[in-house]
């Protein structure tokens, strides 16, 4: 098992970039929110042996899956329409497609896509603390704010990213977010 | 996603409440409080320590106004030395080219990679037997992937100049070969002329001894070419199918029950994983596995 400060990286580096796949995939059961699932998936993650998970996308996904089809079974009344989403589902591809994979190049792009887009007073101190380095402290010193400022900033810029993150598409103009069959996409 | 005082919204204050100094002993009870009471709170917080350690890539953004003076370092006289005498001894061991010269790989239940420089890359499958001549490599059995530039490629039925990645395949009774990238020009086999193929060219000699042309899709050429990644591509095969393609690659044999054979199912896999693979059939199909120290049994 792997210990927790790793597993959060590991998490941070095959699950949080490839999540919106997941996720896109969630959007057709109107049933229930996407969240839950996902973050009910994280917490199995969190506890799940994943030192020998080969595909952490694949992995993320059955994890989904499972607990979509729990929930359903819980359901008192179930949209049939989600159910025979689900039965054709089993045959999805287990692995995001070439163009899904994320780069380091992409991932750098995707950062900076996302620091500009975050309100000023936000960026400043995000650019502060993870660009630049420096402590929560020294931020709060150099931007001349409280150190509660800081820290709030901080937080509204995390919960922004991480919206972010859930939504993003990486070539919004020709590249449609989906999960593969086979080796074909599906929209 | 995230409204006010959703648990995005309050696991995002913890991280950053962490990250600005060591909680008390009342926070961190106040946090497990929180976390327990229920599991989104707790796959919140995950989450936002993930992103979190995600956003760690942004330092590489990080462009400083004053760079640090780089000196620019010469070799050392005596490494200077050391290169020389090596290069020298290289020099001297590297064989003369010799057009009589042949070698000879066979592969069993593995991939080898026989050659893997910038301009000539050749991946043998499992089974597979090659014959490399200073003029020309020759496929006898099996399935080879061969990436160069004006190499002569054949089979027993097939020739070819390459400039680019060629898949090549030598059954008992057939021959075939895909252009994966760049250009091939195919000879002999009766063509009154030589023929011109691109990406995605597919060759086939018939049983009947019978050329066949046809044209594969990228995600197609991506599927035949995994193997040579340690992969294998599933496109809706039978379990029984996929078990016996494992097979091929590994020791350790996968065995489908009759409930699970004709099941079908998609994916990337390593070939040299079955016991992912079983997980995997586990998860999407469901069943049982049971492994003994020569087989996993999927029931």
Redesign the interface.
Known sequence: MLPNTERSHWLARYIVPNEHIVRSWLARFPDFEADDIIQEAYVILSEADISNVTNPVGYFHTICRNLVIRHYKKAQIVSVTAIADLQNDSLIDQTPSAEDITNARAELRFLEDVVQQLPETCRYVFIDRKINGYAQKDCARRLGISERSVEKRLARALVLISRFYGQREKAPHNTPTGLTRGNKRLS | ??TKDS???VA??W???I??APLTEQETQELETWLQAD??H???F?????????????????TPTLAPFQRTQKPSRRAFMSAAVAASVAACVIPAESGEARTRYKTQKNILHCENTKQRQIVLDCYTQLEEKSEQTSLLMGQCFITDKHRCVRTQNLRFLIDGGLLLAKGSSYDNAVVVNGTATMQGHRLKERKHLSVGAQVTVTPQGRLHFSTVDQ??L??LTAWTQGQV?L??ETLSEATDIFNRYNQKQLVPSFRLADM???????LN?PD?FAQ?VK???GGRITEDAHHIFLE
């Not at chain 2, 936002?48 to 890539?57: D, F, I, L």
């Not at chain 2, 079908?264 to 390593?270: E, K, P, Y």
């Open positions: 996603m995230a648990p995005d919204d995002a204050h991280v950053a409440h990250d600005r599991i989104r707790k796959g919140a995950l989450r936002s320590q993930a992103v979190w350690h995600a956003t760690e890539r942004a330092k590489a953004l990080y995600d197609t991506a599927r591509s496109a809706t079908r199912l998609s994916g990337l896999f390593d994983r992912v995997a998860a999407i199909l």
